[in-house]
């Protein structure tokens, strides 16, 4: 397991003693999320479980972009008396950052990352680095004044607001109004928030051209998404209201795209009624053959690239390392570049090359488990039991696990084989289910809501604790 870090933490507000995981190596290559949260703000937040009290920890860290070669330190003036402990903190999350990674990749500019001890300071940094300009920052914080502007303004003023507004309402405006929407849902599909913001969602939608383009959008691919088929992909396509449309049709529907496929298109050109619809259909066609040989090309490069960390990992003394610190390229394009080469191998009779293959796809499941929830982990070595013995052994060394979360995890699993018609799965996860609640606990220990929501008294921070400037305090390590 990689290193996972908690610090006990102890709300101002109710006084809930609490553990909260901790994040000391934000690598953009291991988990491309990072990039957002950063940019957010969103690092080392904590929310009390009991009364929902949250802020950030303000705890060092370090952000590494390996594409871009920039490592990012935050260091807040809090940590450390001295600045030899400050100096000794930032070292020793550069160390963390290097030794998380394989030797070969090990480069300079890891030893000296750029310091911040403001988090506004440094996420402006990865904004820059990202090519976020301000002009971009106060085109979305004036999209968001303007967003609070129209949920409060009377009815009577909304049309004046957004006539005078127009250049902000682009499709990005709408991604925000949705998120908002759906934060407003949280609340209940009853709350007067929500229904007042849905009201003005819809006025806008009705409203706006972009409103009217995106609505049709959804529709448009909908109807394909319900009925997927050659002639509802081609008929979406007809429908589709611009570009972005097409593009995103000919991304789900490719396995529709075959000869049939472009025969029923020539069709339909040859049958158009007017000169301008047979000109409207040409073009139609030629950008969903531009279209689907852009996407063939990117497929091409990143199978390239995939084979390309194969490579790397067959070369390196810690394909654990390796795969570790490339996470989220261990996609299903890197999973097939490796079933090709090990089939490969195989033919030829290349035993060296297999066994050096199936060393790979050892550490690939093992990284995979990493990253997964530990009741996942037991059903899916449940499923590659090769006997009722082995299930059963597994089974009783991991009763902690037989829990309700794990059922529901079975069912679902069942339901959906069942769906994609693979029978002998579902069966053999029946199976499994019979198994398995003969040696689930009787009782399930659970907090009651009661133990859970005890309130003892809040405490001042002791010598060992330090508090945050949210509030927030956090025991030393
Ligand atoms: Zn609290």
Same mark, same amino acid.
């Given at each position: 397991?990689?290193?996972?870090?908690?610090?006990?933490?102890?709300?101002?507000?109710?006084?809930?003693?609490?553990?909260?995981?901790?994040?000391?190596?934000?690598?953009?290559?291991?988990?491309?999320?990072? &990039?957002?949260?950063?940019?957010?703000? @969103?690092?080392?937040?904590?929310?009390?479980?009991?009364?929902?009290?949250?802020?950030?920890?303000?705890?060092?860290?370090?952000?590494?972009?390996? #594409?871009?070669?920039?490592?990012?330190?935050?260091?807040?003036?809090?940590?450390?008396?001295?600045?030899?402990?400050?100096?000794? %903190?930032?070292?020793?999350?550069?160390?963390? !950052?290097?030794?998380?990674?394989?030797?070969?990749?090990? &480069?300079?500019?890891?030893?000296?990352?750029?310091?911040?001890?403001?988090?506004?300071?440094?996420?402006?940094?990865?904004?820059?680095?990202?090519?976020?300009?301000?002009?971009?920052?106060?085109?979305?914080?004036?999209?968001?004044?303007? !967003?609070?502007?129209?949920?409060?303004?009377?009815? #009577?003023?909304?049309?004046?607001?957004?006539?005078?507004?127009? %250049?902000?309402?682009?499709?990005?405006?709408?991604?925000?109004?949705?998120?908002?929407?759906?934060?407003?849902?949280?609340?209940?599909?009853?709350?007067?928030?929500? &229904?007042?913001?849905?009201?003005?969602?819809?006025?806008?939608?009705?409203?706006?051209?972009?409103?009217?383009?995106?609505?049709?959008?959804?529709?448009?691919?909908? +109807?394909?998404?319900?009925?997927?088929?050659?002639?509802?992909?081609?008929?979406?396509?007809?429908?589709?209201?611009?570009?972005?449309?097409?593009? %995103?049709?000919? *991304?789900?529907?490719?396995?529709?795209?075959?000869?049939?496929?472009?025969?029923?298109?020539?069709?339909?050109?040859?049958? %158009?009624?007017?000169?301008?619809? &047979?000109?409207?259909?040409?073009?139609?066609?030629?950008?969903?053959?531009?279209?689907?040989?852009? @996407?063939?090309?990117?497929?091409?490069?990143?199978?390239?690239?995939?084979? #390309?960390?194969?490579?790397?990992?067959?070369?390196?003394?810690?394909?654990?390392? @390796?795969?570790?610190?490339?996470?989220?390229?261990?996609?299903?394009?890197?999973?097939?570049?490796?079933?090709?080469?090990?089939?490969?191998?195989?033919?030829?009779?290349?035993? *060296?090359?297999?066994?050096?293959?199936?060393?790979?796809?050892?550490? !690939?499941?093992?990284?995979?488990?990493?990253?997964?929830?530990?009741?996942?982990?037991?059903?899916?070595?449940?499923?590659?039991?090769?006997?009722?013995?082995?299930?059963?052994?597994?089974?009783?060394?991991?009763?902690?696990?037989?829990? +309700?979360?794990?059922?529901?995890?079975?069912?679902?699993?069942?339901?959906?084989?069942? *769906?994609?018609?693979?029978?002998?799965?579902?069966? *053999?996860?029946?199976?499994?289910?019979?198994?398995?609640?003969?040696?689930?606990?009787?009782?399930?220990?659970?907090?009651?809501?009661?133990?859970?929501?005890?309130?003892?008294?809040?405490?001042?921070?002791?010598?060992?604790?330090?508090?945050?400037?949210?509030?927030?305090?956090?025991?030393?390590?």
């Amino acid at each position: 397991m990689p290193p996972r870090y908690y610090a006990a933490v102890t709300c101002p507000a109710c006084g809930s003693r609490f553990q909260t995981p901790v994040e000391q190596i934000l690598d953009v290559r291991v988990d491309p999320e990072v &990039k957002g949260r950063v940019m957010g703000g @969103m690092v080392n937040m904590s929310v009390c479980p009991s009364c929902g009290m949250g802020g950030p920890l303000n705890l060092p860290f370090i952000y590494h972009d390996p #594409e871009k070669d920039v490592a990012l330190l935050y260091l807040p003036m809090g940590i450390g008396n001295s600045e030899v402990e400050r100096q000794k %903190a930032a070292g020793t999350l550069t160390r963390q !950052l290097m030794n998380a990674m394989p030797m070969e990749e090990r &480069k300079g500019y890891l030893l000296q990352p750029e310091t911040f001890i403001n988090i506004e300071t440094l996420v402006k940094r990865v904004l820059e680095l990202e090519g976020v300009t301000d002009e971009d920052l106060e085109h979305s914080r004036r999209q968001r004044e303007l !967003l609070s502007q129209l949920i409060t303004a009377p009815a #009577e003023q909304r049309e004046t607001l957004m006539a005078d507004n127009v %250049a902000l309402m682009d499709e990005a405006f709408f991604s925000l109004m949705q998120y908002t929407l759906q934060m407003a849902a949280m609340g209940g599909p009853e709350s007067a928030d929500f &229904k007042q913001f849905r009201d003005v969602y819809e006025y806008i939608v009705e409203h706006t051209e972009t409103g009217q383009l995106l609505q049709k959008r959804t529709e448009v691919i909908g +109807a394909f998404a319900e009925n997927p088929s050659r002639e509802s992909l081609l008929q979406a396509l007809v429908d589709a209201p611009d570009d972005t449309t097409v593009t %995103a049709l000919v *991304q789900s529907g490719l396995n529709f795209m075959d000869y049939a496929f472009f025969q029923r298109i020539v069709r339909r050109i040859d049958a %158009a009624e007017t000169p301008e619809e &047979k000109e409207r259909l040409s073009a139609l066609r030629r950008l969903i053959l531009d279209v689907r040989e852009e @996407m063939s090309q990117a497929g091409q490069a990143v199978m390239g690239e995939r084979a #390309e960390l194969l490579q790397k990992m067959l070369g390196t003394d810690n394909p654990l390392l @390796m795969a570790r610190s490339h996470l989220s390229e261990l996609d299903d394009t890197f999973a097939y570049v490796l079933r090709t080469e090990l089939e490969e191998a195989r033919q030829q009779g290349n035993q *060296q090359m297999l066994d050096a293959l199936q060393k790979i796809a050892r550490v !690939l499941s093992q990284v995979m488990e990493e990253n997964m929830p530990p009741e996942v982990v037991l059903a899916r070595r449940l499923l590659m039991s090769p006997s009722e013995e082995q299930t059963r052994q597994l089974l009783e060394q991991n009763k902690g696990l037989l829990g +309700a979360g794990f059922f529901q995890l079975l069912d679902n699993l069942e339901a959906s084989t069942q *769906q994609e018609g693979n029978a002998d799965a579902a069966a *053999q996860l029946a199976q499994i289910k019979q198994l398995a609640m003969q040696y689930a606990p009787q009782e399930t220990a659970q907090p009651t809501p009661a133990q859970a929501s005890a309130q003892p008294r809040p405490q001042p921070p002791t010598s060992s604790e330090t508090q945050t400037p949210s509030g927030l305090i956090i025991a030393k390590h």
